[in-house]
Structures are given as C-alpha cells and as structure tokens.
C-alpha cells in the first residue's frame, strides 16, 4: 500500500510543461476576456453614434420643415392679413431652439462649423420673414412684397440645404467609418478567437494526455484504500475481541490468586516471620496492580463504544472537572484561567475524562517552587476545533515527546509520581475517536502545552 502511494504521489508531480500548459491557457483567456471587453465597448460607442446620427438628420428634416412653414404661414398672412396665419410661423421659430441645442449635443466637433452657420442663415431666415410681417402690421405691404420677390431668401434656403447636406453627409461618412472599423475589430477579434480556442484545445489535450492514464491509477489506488481500510477496521476490531477475551481471561485465575492470597492472610500471615510478611505484601500489592491493570485495558478496549455524538457546551465541562478535582487544585493551590469555550459536537463522558486527566497531570507534574497555573484556550479553522491546555510544570524532554502517548508509558518512577502511565493514552485514544490528532510541546522546567483537534463534521446522534 505504502509502494501504491508513492508511486501515485510521484505520478502526479506536475512536470514543467504541465505547468506552462496551465500558464498559456489562464493567458490566452485573459487576452480573450480583454478583446471581448474592448469589443463590446466599441459596439457601444458605435451604437451611440448610430443614435447621434439619427437624431441629426431627424432634428435637420424637422429644421426644413419648420421653415418651410414659416414661410408658408408668412405668405398667407401676406395674403389675407389673417393672423391666424402667424401660428405656425411664432410655433416653428420657437422650436429652433430645441432642435439646435440636439443638434449640437450630437454632432461631431468637425462638423460645427457647418452647425453654426445653418444655425446663423436660418436666424437671417426668420429675422427675414419676420421684418415682412412687420411691415405688413404697420400697413406697409408693398415693401413687405418688395422684399419676397427679392431673390435673398430663396438664395438662403438654398444655402441652407446645401450646408444641410454637408452636414449629412459628414454624419454618414463618420457613421460608415465607425461601421467599418468595427467591422474590422469584429473581424481581428474572431481571428483571435479561433487562434486562441486552437491553442487552448491543444494545451487541454496535452493535460488531458497527461492526467488521463493518472486517473485510472488514482481509482485503482483509491479502491485499493478502501480495501485496506476494511482490512484495518476489521483488524481493529479482533485486536480488541483480543484484548478483552485475554484480559477476561486473565481475570479469572488473577481472581483465584487473589482469593487464595486472601484466605493466605487471614489463616497464616501472623505465622510469618518479617521476612515472609514482606514477601507476602509484594505478592498481594502486584495482585492488586495486575488487576487494576486489566480493567484499564477493558477500559480501554471499550472507550466510547456506549457513548453517542451529541452538543456538548465545553465550558459546563470544565466547571464539572473543576469540581471532580476540587481537593487536589485546593491543595496545590492551582490556577485555572479558562476562555470562553465553544459548543461541539462529541461524547460528552470522554472529553469530560481528556480534559480531567489533562488537568489532573498539569496539578501532578507541578514545580516545586511554583503553584500551578493552567490556561485553556481555543482557536478553529474551517474543519476543526483546536484547544490548548498550557501549565508550567516540570516539562518534558524532547526525546519523550514521541512515547508518552503510548499505553502503560512512564518517564518517573513510581515512587516518585504515583500512576500507570495510561492517562495520555487514553486522551490520544479520546482525540482519535473525535477525528483529530494530539500533540505535546514541552521543555524541561519550561511547563508543557497538549494540543488537540476535535472535527466540525462529525453527525449527531452516529
């Protein structure tokens, strides 16, 4: 399994051209994010000017018009006197204004020359019309027709037609160039397209050459995990049908030893001499130790298996510990500095017994010359809670670091601190069962800080 794994690690680095497949392909689609962007800003700009350009020749169609009935409203006021025929002369000059304040939002700055001189001719045009009118109020007809038969007005609606047309044909000129250029962006840019949709398909089918025969060995490894993880499941589970049918069967002629030892005392224990009461307590006490030893490992063999996933508030945990060990922080005189602690979920008994042994050890393993102080603290990522339990103990040698978490491991010897050495491996076990990972960083007379990790994702009720 572990040669699957490194074969399919090594099959998997990527190789240099790889690499610059992957470079070429972002490129290429930046530089085709970039072509669409300006495109689409100039089909924009194209349509605006389309707009301005239709607006133009409206307002210019619309300018004609309104001279043309202007002067129609002039001569039949010539005519007939009849001021109803002033209407639609005052009504066109007044929407003169409007019409060249559009006119001149729309045209092209070239193209204002033009502009100001129809704005200029059609001025002298109504100025023109409106002097006729005048004289003709003030009963002077006869100059009012001098001045129509003159041939100024019609030579100046002649100009203005002809500066009209300059006008338009300009806007269409520009309107065509516009139209062609885009044309010949829309062009360069479908070239590229196809030039960039032809690099990036071959640097995807040299990926794909590159990934695909990985793929099937990425399945055959992952089927292959699977089937060993089965192998290990099952493992685990006749290690410990071992360890408790050997442990039970241990217990029972442990329990005939004891009972013997028992019956040894009452009937013969005052016959011995000192000698043989020493040797007789030796026999008793490792009685006594095997047993205690046997019910850690059925402990053990069984820890969580009656126990479900559930919230747990961490911090009505620590106050259940703080009082379980009540006596032992009073008579050391222990500090425990506690943040505020997060809701999980877990097996609420076993992160109860992590956390008591974890403190229970921070108070054991204390200096001489200083009381206790334990901090508990927390941070988290998006898949795991991570506590910290920090004291300022003895420490422990780097060379350890490695061994305490393993079952029936002691650094000091009996005498010395009492225990079996099976406290941290319990806490490893309890990590495990919670789908994280334990750490230790100690120095000696440095104090010591436990890490674990309790998962964000594991089920209610499983």
């Known amino acids: 399994m572990r040669k699957q794994l490194h074969l399919l690690s090594d099959g998997f680095k990527k190789p240099r051209s790889i690499t610059l497949a992957l470079s ?11 072509i669409f962007f300006y495109i689409q ?34 001569r039949g006021y010539l005519l007939t006197q009849d001021r109803r025929y002033l209407g639609p002369f005052y009504l066109a000059r007044a929407s003169n204004l409007t019409i060249f304040k559009e006119i001149f939002q729309d045209i092209d700055v070239n193209s204002v020359p033009e502009g100001r001189k129809i704005k200029d001719l059609t001025a002298r045009k109504y100025d023109e019309l409106e002097a006729t009118i005048e004289l003709t109020q003030q009963e002077r007809l006869s100059e009012a027709l001098q001045i129509v038969e003159t041939d100024a007005g019609q030579m100046m609606m ?20 516009s139209v062609q250029k885009i044309n010949r962006l829309y ?34 490894t992952n089927k292959a995990l699977k089937e060993h993880q089965i192998v290990i499941e099952s493992k685990n589970e006749q290690l410990e049908h071992f360890a408790y049918i050997t442990s039970h069967d241990i217990r029972e002629p442990l329990k005939s030893i004891k009972g013997f030892v028992e019956l040894f005392e009452v009937e013969y224990f005052d016959k011995l001499d000192h000698l043989g009461k020493q040797s007789f307590q030796f026999i008793k006490d490792a009685a006594d130790r095997m047993d205690r ?47 505020n602690l997060p809701l999980v979920v877990g097996k609420k008994e076993l992160l109860k017994l992590l956390y008591h042994n974890l403190i229970a050890n921070a108070i054991k393993f204390k200096q001489e010359a200083l009381s206790p102080k334990i901090d508990i603290s927390w941070k988290e990522d998006d898949r795991y809670w991570t506590f910290f339990v920090k004291d300022n103990g003895i420490g422990i040698p780097e060379k350890h670091h490695a061994t305490i978490f393993r079952f029936f491991s002691r650094l000091h010897q009996q005498s010395t601190f009492s225990g079996y050495g099976i406290g941290l491996a319990f806490c490893k076990r309890i990590v495990e069962l919670h789908d994280g990972h334990m750490t230790v960083s100690s120095h000696v007379d440095q104090g010591t800080t436990f890490s674990f990790q309790i998962s964000k994702h594991l089920d209610h009720e499983s």
Do not use: W
């Not at 307002?59 to 409203?73: I, K, M, R, W, Y």
């Open 24 to 34: 070429y392909i972002f490129l290429i689609l930046l530089v085709v994010l970039a």
């Open 41 to 74: 800003t100039k089909a924009k700009q194209l349509d605006r000017d389309y707009q301005a350009s239709t607006r133009v020749e409206v307002n210019l169609s619309n300018l004609l018009s309104n001279l043309q009935d202007a002067e129609t409203g002039q």
């Open 158 to 177: 002649d100009s203005l037609r002809i500066l009209i047309h300059s006008l338009r044909e300009k806007e269409k000129s520009k309107l065509a160039f």
């Open 187 to 220: 062009l360069a840019g479908n070239i590229v397209f196809v030039i960039c949709g032809i690099t990036i398909l071959g640097a995807l089918v040299y990926v794909f050459r590159f990934i695909h025969p990985r793929l099937d060995q990425l399945y055959q």
């Open 293 to 339: 030893m046997i019910t850690t490992i059925l402990n053990f063999s069984n820890l969580g298996k009656s126990e479900k996933f559930e919230e747990v508030d961490l911090n009505t945990t620590i106050q259940k510990v703080e009082k379980d060990l009540n006596v032992l922080i009073q008579e050391n005189n222990a500090e425990i500095r506690c943040e």
